[in-house]
């Protein structure tokens, strides 16, 4: 930095593609920090190091970073990572009685031109930002080995999922002809895998493959090895064009236009549309709206996956608790193995994110992401249980699920029964929201949220998010700032919580969609789409009304309808009868 003239260095969690999930052995912000949560954001300064996180990690950042030269900047729920630093850095530049020019390095490859233009418009003219490719932290750690290339790409079978390649792009080209461009930069893993019907297992915790991709009405083009593919896969896209990365910006005619999305694309490869000679034009990329509204051919292989898993995650439960009974020593750690064991063992060709395996106060640590091999789980403890996979059509599933660990005779303490029931009440309230058509994400929070606040109980993350191709995406949202319409055909989890780390977590997620309503016109219901036996031990009927039973009561039958289930009833499913 000192050799470069730089201030300060802002270091990404994600890489070039965007991506949320970045592994370990890639991520240049966990070779610096140490932080190994998916999001987080570095400040590196001449004297001091600064690792901004939200309210799901902030217990873990305290953590992994004490006894480091790092200060956890704790950011609340409604507040942007990058904001809150650009605060955090005004402050810094306020007391700073250097005259020297005070430079910000950035890293281009990893940063959108709406992030750069955010930062120069908070730290104003007296901060030169300059963009550093390849980033000083990845010069400083010096080439990282590279496993051979896997191919892993494979074709689905796009009756499944109701658009032909040649079908979306159509769809494309005509809001293309809208924007006034020839074609689209696409960089985000999940819209190239749903753009092209193809599906990869080159990354953990995804089903993509690496590439990015230029869009026409007619035509994508594909920059990757193209050795990655093979033959059936190329017959079985005819209008994918598969070309090395290098030669991809060859396929641009001097004085095409190519619409970029300057909040979905990154600084680097805007200027790589320059370079080429073309004219890159800002816009508002149409494919992740389109990619949101799920056809019912979509929806219909979406729910047999989450029927799997429903069945898996109640496989675990039973699994952990007659582990104890029988007094078998069981980790956290042993635990997230069992529970990816039991999915594999189901048909998924691997996880959606890392198990969170949570025991006791554990579950106070939002996403808990690294079970302990050393913490024993114990009968008569709270476990939370986050977990998903992918199968072979690629679209992520995702259930957490709290319960008691133990037998049908074990009792929860009134403490661990009211926390729960409150989150079930919160969760029974989002699932079965009603609300007008053109109702927004934050509407959807607040009536979550709402027995919660009642009772002065909050949690410090959003209530749900999108889920596609990747378990994370955008649109939908449901949180406090969440301002995109929700449509029908969106599909999202629901997933309030509460959080005392002197006495644990509970957290109830389940994944619904959205329907139009046929009672009532002009309105969406929120139908749930995972079926995962609750616990009823833990739950206490009396604090909730009748409606709310009733509710409750249809929703736990859903899972005996599953098909292909388990026989075996569960702990929680015992106790009803007991």
Request: net charge positive; with cysteine.
């Amino acid at each position: 930095m000192a050799d470069l003239g730089v201030s300060a260095l802002l270091v990404r969690s994600t890489d070039r593609y965007l991506n949320e999930y970045v592994p370990t052995e890639d991520s240049s912000r966990i070779w610096v920090s140490g932080f190994t949560g998916s999001v987080g954001e570095v400040l590196i300064l001449e004297d001091r190091a600064i690792l901004a996180v939200d309210g799901r990690y902030w217990l873990q950042a305290e953590t992994q970073i004490a006894g480091t030269p790092y200060a956890v900047l704790k950011v609340p729920l409604g507040t942007a990572l990058d904001v809150a630093l650009q605060a955090e850095l005004k402050k810094i530049l306020g007391a700073r009685r250097s005259k020297k020019p005070f430079v910000l390095g950035i890293e281009p490859a990893k940063m959108t031109p709406s992030e750069v233009e955010a930062w120069k418009k908070a730290l104003g003219d007296g901060v030169k930002l300059l963009p550093l490719f390849p980033s000083p932290v990845d010069l400083t750690r010096g080439p990282l080995p590279r496993p051979p290339a896997r191919s892993g790409i494979r074709a689905l079978e796009e009756a499944s999922v109701g658009l032909t390649v040649k079908e979306k792009l159509q769809r494309l080209g005509q809001r293309l002809a809208d924007l006034e461009v020839d074609a689209l930069l696409v960089q985000r893993l999940d819209e190239l895998a749903y753009l092209s019907n193809l599906r990869g297992d080159e990354l953990p915790y995804q089903a993509t493959f690496k590439a990015i991709g230029l869009a026409t009405a007619d035509r994508l083009y594909l920059g990757l090895d193209p050795s990655r593919v093979d033959k059936q896969v190329r017959t079985a896209r005819p209008s994918v064009r598969f070309v090395p990365e290098a030669e991809l910006w060859s396929s641009l005619g001097k004085k095409s236009r190519v619409g970029y999305d300057p909040a979905h694309n990154t600084e680097l490869l805007r200027r790589q549309i320059e370079k080429s000679g073309a004219l890159a034009v800002p816009v508002e990329s149409p494919l992740g709206p389109l990619k949101a509204l799920k056809t019912p051919a979509e929806l219909k292989v979406m729910c047999a996956a989450f029927a799997r898993a429903d069945r898996v995650v109640d496989e675990a439960l039973r699994w952990l608790s007659g582990a104890v009974l029988a007094k078998v020593r069981v980790t956290e750690a042993d635990f997230a193995e069992r529970v990816k064991e039991l999915f594999l063992e189901s048909g998924a060709t691997g996880l959606s994110f890392r198990v969170i395996s949570a025991a006791g106060k554990n579950g106070a640590i939002i996403h808990y992401s690294d079970p302990s091999p050393k913490r024993v789980i114990k009968r008569g403890e709270l476990m939370l249980l986050d977990t998903g996979a992918y199968y072979q059509e690629g679209y992520a599933t995702d259930l957490t699920r709290t319960f008691l660990v133990g037998g049908p005779r074990d009792k929860a303490t009134p403490k661990q029964k009211r926390y729960y029931t409150l989150v079930l009440k919160a969760a029974i309230a989002g699932m079965r929201a009603v609300v007008p058509e053109g109702a927004r994400g934050y509407q959807l929070d607040a009536i979550t949220r709402a027995p919660l606040w009642e009772e002065g109980l909050d949690y410090n993350h959003g209530t749900g998010h999108g889920v596609g191709v990747n378990v994370h995406e955008f649109p939908p949202r449901i949180g406090p700032t969440a301002a995109a319409k929700l449509e029908a055909g969106h599909v999202f989890s629901i997933e309030p919580g509460v959080y005392r780390p002197e006495f644990g977590g509970v957290r109830i997620e389940n994944l619904c969609t959205i329907v139009r309503s046929k009672k009532r016109p002009g309105f969406l219901e929120v139908v749930p789409l995972t079926f995962s036996p609750l616990d009823a031990r833990l739950i206490d009927r009396e604090l909730l009304r009748e409606d709310e039973r009733r509710w409750l009561a249809e929703f736990e039958g859903r899972f005996s309808a599953l098909p292909e289930r388990s026989r075996r009833p569960s702990p929680a499913r015992r106790s009803r009868s007991a």
